[in-house]
């Protein structure tokens, strides 16, 4: 089986657009806000948008299952209060939601977080309660910049952090530390904000000692780990400066990369630097990098051929990488689908 | 010969730091500010900080020639207004290019520039102008975000930045695109917002269309480009989207990376991805990772073993990464080395 532990609703129908412009302009004129009940999104609306996007590329490609998650560009955290933020986040969940049940076979969700800077993450907990109860969620979307780009926030190794941290480790749930769009004109948010976003928590992480107060706390950090793997010696070294053990054991027990770079010596060096057991296959597919690569001939984001391809992986390496791993840093995925029998 | 484009003076005498933190205390408290006279170093304590540090490492690794800059994480160009920064920047311009008056043949000096958040860039001219006349500088230091990790500046191809642009072409000099101490808790210095800095400014020159403006401004990307060599899919893929040219054409005639990437997989990926046109060595040495590697048992900070170890370089290729590149790309180091008969 390959589960792409990597993917959002890109492409959801206009009327989820319209409904957010309505609440962001109520945000300044209370007239203008929009009930929930006014969006409506037919069962049919939401199956045309994936069988014409996200599954029939996931067929295309040989994929079998994606988390699936609300769209990280669009959680905007920065938008509005708590109130904004908490309704946003439950319509987001909730689409989800029924796009997995539509195709359970395909679709397991993870639940974005109403988080609104500067407010307590204990906020958060009840939606996310909800969407691991009612939901079925395995995984949710941690943002360390809740602010959109100017990192007001405080590390991710903070005890402002811990409310969360404790309730993933009562559910067992792994976060992909993920940020939203970017509201600083010096980031474009999927070429610099979201790589930063990746490099400042890895960073965070071998700075403080999170895992000794979580050890069973897991975090994916997305698109290969930002800059992470290619600067793996800067990091190993700076972790020896601070004095730190050595990245093996002071983070990968805890920390896992996905698979989400754009091009085969990306791949290549990923799967060089970074031990097997932390490497997650994902695409974040119809994305940020949707244009097909004029070198290859295929999609940028059609991760699974540089997988396929690298010759740093042996066939029980990538049943690891494509299932395994996902298997064991998700505990809520694997007793899903043992639960099918798969 | 080897050229490494990218050492600061990371070792000067104590004296500079504590007339540094009397600025500072000066600040708030004017009848604490120091003259710039009461800063006394004297030319063997220069001698003795370069003989048993950098030039004993570069004898030691077979380096001939380092552009030589004040410490980028001591700019700190947040701190105090443009007087402050002004009377820094000059002290600091002044004691590197004493250490190349004493080491004419090791040392050629870059200059670091008195930006100041918010302050028109046209201020920090005289200075410059003063770098390349009095002392001979053949690059500058440019930090993209002066205010230390905030980045309230706009980007880097916005007008804001054209003052600069237009005395480095009239100078025919590079700069390199560094940033200086983040002091925003979320970045640690070297191991988040230097990396990142190198990032974002790749992505705001792709975002853009600076060189059509100035076709002759050529910029350094220390770090071996950030996350950007990594991630070079998701940039051609972005520039794609964003109906920019190639990046070979829109960016590859004026970008260059540094090879300041502490293990030899991440120089593998540098020389694999980049053109070797693009790719000047340098070691950032007694820099951010100043210890030795246990994997290797050498230095971290060593890039000139990767170099030699890498696979991807021709002999004639290494010319162009040690020696060709670095003439071509500074043009007034050429010319130095020149007169110099070299």
Redesign the interface.
Known sequence: MIIDVHGHYTTAPKALEAWRNRQIAGITDPSARPKVSELVITDDELRETIETNQLKQMKARGLDLTIFSPRASFMAHHIGDFQVSSTWAAICNELCARVCRLFPDHFIPAAMLPQSPGVSLATCLPELDRCVREYGAVAVNLN??PSG???T???LTDRHWYPIYERLCEHDLPAMIHVSTSC?????T???HY??AD??AF??L??GDLFKDFPTLRFVIP??G??A??????????A??LKKPLLKDHLLNNVFFDTC???Q??I??LT??IPVDNILFASEMIG????I?P?TGHN??DTKRYIEATLNLSEADRYKVYEGNARRVYPRLDAALNTKGK
Chains 1, 2 share one sequence.
């Open positions: 360390p910049d780009g100017h990192w926030s405080p590390p600083n004109p010096a980031f474009h999927t070429g610099a790589i930063n490099t400042t960073m965070q071998i700075q698109h290969g930002g800059a793997p290619y600067h793996w010696g800067r990091y190993r070294g700076l020896q400066e770079v754009y091009h010596p990306g290549d060096l060089k630097v940020a990098v949707k244009g690569d070198e940028y984001d």
